[in-house]
């Protein structure tokens, strides 16, 4: 059971980044490399906060969240909005990417630094296994967040709207959606939500440069097990590469836990490229 | 400006050869160790380079698991050369091998779903190196890393550094003029069709997913050459050459440099290296310079610094008054084209709830032009999308002399002989004129990537073909003194008329033209008719799909009315100018009736 706590806390994590790329897609189907690092930056604003100022939890969320926003509001300023097509955009968000861990690196060096939680530093036993109030915290945040994105995109007029923009963006003009606000402010969006997932996978993952591109390579096999665009599905395959992770790890030796995420990412890729959840798109040249 | 016209007359590849001299010349030029070792480490980091450049810059796969290929031909060279077998050519085709085969493993996934499926496939890569170094720790030393390899030979003739130096420079050199040959063939005009635009891509016959992954697969090969240069080079490998660092260096030389270019790998490999061993302070903050260099890299000078250049040699060239190329006419003969018969049965075809096509049916012979009409939504642009091969029909055949052609694949359907021109003309920018006609020969003879890097004879005839048909193709739409002019920026008139020579250098059987007319002012309708009329007189089966009405009964021998998805009239074009089904339907004389179904017309 511990290992199964430890599994869905970790695949949460890699949800959390799913979700982020989602978003950012579902928005304007651009692919956002540098969504892990702006985690990363999070959790870093995090132990600042709680360490270095000595804030209290609910001022290192707001922190933490405004920051790594303003960022993510960068970012799409200088390296989104002037290019044009997405190839490109892989490049530049990579870019960006690796800009804030060379940042990261000469602000906080290369030692992982614990990122403390609100709560008891205890695991506690429940039904059976140890867990954590931080690993607990994680998995409810991912599915509650997961489920609050699906209402808000079917209930939502402004949800409607991204949706549709993603569907065309030159009939969501014509529509009268202001589609750049909407792109904008999805990238915003995901800066706000990665402040806040940073707090939480902190405790977890440590503040270190390097989490990012280990997350972004995890988040994204979520991302293709769950298929393109699906929060759901976003969820579900970030539960699998955790679980897969930490069992692989257990029973077959840690140096294998990698390479079991990566057996399943070319197995999912080779039997179902659309994803568990995606859809099917007959082309339309 | 004279001085630039005579080194504009001294041939284009004059200049890397000169470079290669220079370098193998450098070690008698007085260089000491440090500059040779410099000289050696941004060899070995171009020939990663250049591979990137080939399957990001040309196969516009944007891949960054070259660093896990260079690690596979380093530890490859390693564990032979400790299992005895020191013989450096030995090891670099074994590398090159190994590394071949990470290439095409991880590249059949990941390119199935596109571009950031191979990104991250790639990346994935870089990340199991040192699980997999640790798994074989008993063979690759672990995290250790691998020392105590002897040194290399070369045919049994012990090799010492100052030989190896000129190793490395002759594999650079081999490389480099492979990867050009490959480039100045018809794969690299292939590689940027294909990059600009995947749909025209496979019109013309090409295998996406098997030209992205000879690109990926071919761009491995040198970073497994690396691996072997750098295991012998310093006779130790360890898991600090093959992480994140070094891949995101690479990618940002890739970029730096240029990544659609064959020697902006040297410069970018070249800046990348000095700043990494002239100051500590660079190293700490390389991230942030990589980091920068794909953003500014990405965002402003998509050339890189070989894109600069160009640009300026353009520029200078213009300047100076220097002409490239062939001036005289190719005759404006059209040879004899055998043409087939196409013959289209029952096609139906739904989309979700709109039912496009209805038993529709048609049948086209050689050396006639059948017209395709009908009012918007009726179908005309989906049946040629089925033809084509880029839907799946629900049901029907589709023959092509009297053979079924099934519901192949686009490009093969392409190489069967048929050809297309499309409602709104696909031409992928940054390519000229003569390019875009040459790329419509892709299938018409099959050429190696092995012929194009030796420069073999049967390469170099095909190549000669290739030219001499577009040529032809050219004058035959009147277009011979544009060949040299960037294809996009042509007005529409002409590049429709570059479509139809770029459908033509295929010698296809069937000739599909999806609205060509339209758009078109009335002098180009009758240039465009006149060219039409020769096609069909040289035997071609031509199918027109035109709302101009007037052109049609002009030009068409057989006119297929369609309405609502289904065959509504066919005959010669006095019969159906006679019809009065057609006249309501068509002709709009009573008929204000169905709305045009969303999103069927808009085309290709």
Same mark, same amino acid.
């Given at each position: 059971m511990t290992l199964i706590y430890a599994g869905l806390s970790l695949g949460a994590v890699y949800a959390l980044v799913a979700i982020g790329y989602n978003i950012v897609f579902v928005a304007s189907r651009s692919f956002n490399f540098a969504q892990a690092q702006l985690m990363m930056i999070g959790a870093f604003v995090a132990y600042a906060g709680h360490v270095t100022f000595g804030l209290p939890a609910v001022a290192v969320i707001v922190l933490a969240m405004v920051v790594v926003m303003v960022i993510a509001a960068i970012e799409e300023r200088i390296a989104v909005r002037p290019v044009a097509d997405h190839q490109t955009q892989l490049i530049t968000t990579l870019g960006f990417g690796t800009v804030l861990t060379g940042l990261a690196q000469l602000i906080w060096g290369t030692q992982p630094l614990e990122v403390p939680f609100i709560g008891s530093k205890e695991a506690i036993t429940l039904a059976g296994g140890r867990v954590y109030t931080f690993e607990i915290g994680l998995i409810v945040m991912a599915v509650v967040l997961v489920v609050g994105i699906h209402l808000y995109t079917r209930r939502r007029l402004n949800g409607l709207a991204v949706v549709a923009m993603s569907q065309d963006a030159e009939a969501a003009v014509l529509r009268g959606v202001n589609v750049r606000m909407l792109a904008f402010s999805a990238f915003a969006v995901t800066g706000l939500l990665a402040g806040l997932m940073g707090f939480f996978i902190g405790p977890k993952t440590f503040a270190v440069a390097t989490l990012g591109s280990a997350l972004a390579l995890k988040g994204f096999v979520a991302l293709a097990i769950g298929g393109f665009g699906s929060f759901y599905g976003g969820l579900a395959g970030g539960f699998t590469v955790g679980l897969v992770e930490e069992h692989a790890a257990r029973y077959l030796g840690s140096e294998f836990s990698n390479l079991s995420v990566f057996a399943i990412l070319l197995l999912v890729l080779m039997i179902r490229p659309t994803g568990l959840f995606g859809k099917v798109q007959e082309r339309m040249v | 400006m004279k001085a630039w016209?005579?080194?504009?007359?001294?041939?284009?590849?004059?200049?890397?050869?000169?470079?290669?001299?220079?370098?193998?010349?450098?070690?008698?030029?007085?260089?000491? /160790?440090?500059?040779?070792?410099? #000289?050696?480490?941004?060899?070995?980091?171009?020939?990663? &380079?250049?591979?990137?450049?080939?399957?990001?810059?040309?196969?516009?796969? =944007?891949?960054?698991?070259?660093?896990? !290929?260079?690690?596979?031909? @380093?530890?490859?060279?390693?564990?032979?050369?400790?299992?005895?077998?020191?013989?450096?050519? &030995?090891?670099? &085709?074994?590398?090159?091998?190994?590394?071949?085969?990470?290439?095409?493993?991880?590249?059949?996934? *990941?390119?199935?779903?596109?571009?950031?499926?191979?990104? !991250?496939?790639?990346?994935?890569? &870089?990340?199991?190196?040192?699980? #997999?170094?640790?798994?074989?720790?008993?063979?690759?030393?672990?995290?250790? *890393?691998?020392?105590?390899?002897?040194?290399?030979?070369?045919?049994?003739?012990?090799?010492?550094?100052?030989?190896?130096?000129?190793?490395?420079?002759?594999?650079?050199?081999?490389?480099? @003029?492979?990867?050009? %040959?490959?480039?100045?063939?018809?794969?690299?005009?292939?590689?940027?069709?294909?990059?600009?635009?995947?749909?025209?891509?496979?019109?013309?016959? !090409?295998?996406? $997913?098997?030209?992205?992954?000879?690109? /990926?697969?071919?761009?491995?090969?040198?970073?497994?050459?690396?691996?072997?240069?750098?295991? %012998?080079?310093?006779?130790? #490998?360890? =898991?600090?050459?093959?992480?994140?660092?070094?891949?995101?260096?690479?990618?940002?030389?890739?970029?730096?440099?240029?990544?659609?270019?064959?020697?902006?790998?040297?410069?970018? @490999?070249?800046?990348?290296?000095?700043?990494?061993?002239?100051?500590?302070?660079?190293?700490?903050?390389?991230?942030? $310079?990589?980091?920068l260099f794909l953003l500014i890299g990405g965002v402003l000078m998509s050339g890189g610094l070989a894109g600069a250049a160009r640009k300026l040699v353009a520029r200078l060239d213009r300047a100076a008054g220097v002409t490239r190329g062939d001036a005289a006419e190719a005759p404006t003969r059209l040879g004899r084209i055998a043409g087939g018969t196409l013959e289209v049965t029952g096609v139906t075809k739904a989309f979700g709830g709109n039912q496009a096509l209805a038993g529709a049916a048609l049948r086209a012979e050689p050396g006639r032009v059948t017209a395709l009409i009908g009012p918007n939504g009726s179908g005309k642009t989906t049946l040629l999308n089925l033809v084509c091969g880029y839907y799946r029909r629900d049901a029907g055949t589709i023959t092509l002399d009297g053979k079924e052609i099934g519901t192949a694949a686009t490009h093969r359907i392409a190489r069967l002989g048929v050809a297309r021109t499309f409602q709104t003309p696909l031409i992928p920018p940054g390519i000229t004129v003569r390019d875009v006609v040459a790329s419509g020969r892709y299938a018409a003879d099959p050429a190696s990537f092995g012929g194009a890097i030796l420069r073999s004879r049967r390469f170099r005839r095909v190549q000669r073909r290739d030219r001499d048909r577009a040529a032809e193709a050219l004058a035959l739409v009147g277009l011979t003194h544009l060949a040299d002019t960037e294809a996009v920026t042509l007005p529409l008139g002409m590049r429709r008329l570059l479509e139809v020579a770029r459908a033509l250098v295929a010698e296809p059987k069937v000739l599909l033209l999806d609205e060509v007319a339209s758009g078109l002012d009335e002098a180009e309708v009758e240039t465009l008719a006149a060219l039409i009329r020769r096609i069909r007189d040289a035997g071609c089966t031509v199918i027109l799909v035109e709302h101009n009405f007037g052109l049609v009964l002009s030009l068409a021998d057989e006119i297929v009315v369609l309405a609502r998805g289904s065959v509504l009239a066919s005959g010669t074009p006095a019969e159906i100018e006679a019809d009065p089904r057609v006249r309501d339907e068509y002709l709009g004389v009573n008929d204000e009736d169905d709305a045009v179904p969303a999103g069927k017309e808009e085309g290709v």
């Open positions: - | 016209t005579a080194l504009r007359a001294v041939p284009s590849w004059a200049y890397p050869a000169l470079l290669g001299v220079l370098l193998l010349a450098l070690p008698f030029l007085g260089a000491g /160790y440090g500059l040779t070792r410099q #000289v050696e480490l941004t060899l070995i980091m171009a020939l990663i &380079v250049s591979g990137l450049n080939l399957s990001l810059g040309y196969a516009g796969q =944007l891949a960054i698991g070259q660093v896990a !290929m260079y690690a596979a031909g @380093a530890y490859t060279a390693a564990i032979l050369s400790k299992a005895g077998t020191t013989d450096l050519l &030995v090891h670099l &085709v074994a590398a090159g091998l190994a590394a071949l085969v990470v290439g095409i493993l991880t590249g059949i996934p *990941g390119l199935r779903l596109g571009s950031w499926s191979l990104a !991250m496939t790639s990346f994935f890569l &870089v990340l199991l190196v040192p699980d #997999v170094v640790t798994i074989l720790e008993e063979h690759t030393g672990g995290a250790h *890393g691998l020392s105590g390899i002897p040194a290399a030979t070369l045919f049994g003739y012990q090799l010492a550094p100052e030989d190896f130096y000129f190793c490395v420079v002759a594999v650079a050199i081999l490389w480099f @003029a492979a990867f050009r %040959n490959i480039v100045a063939s018809r794969h690299g005009i292939a590689f940027q069709v294909l990059k600009q635009s995947p749909v025209l891509a496979s019109s013309v016959g !090409m295998s996406i $997913f098997r030209t992205k992954l000879a690109g /990926y697969a071919i761009g491995a090969i040198p970073a497994g050459l690396a691996g072997a240069l750098f295991a %012998n080079l310093d006779l130790f #490998v360890s =898991l600090d050459a093959f992480t994140f660092h070094v891949a995101t260096g690479a990618l940002a030389a890739s970029i730096l440099g240029g990544s659609v270019s064959v020697y902006g790998a040297l410069i970018g @490999a070249g800046v990348v290296e000095y700043g990494t061993s002239q100051s500590t302070s660079f190293q700490e903050y390389s991230l942030v $310079f990589f980091g």
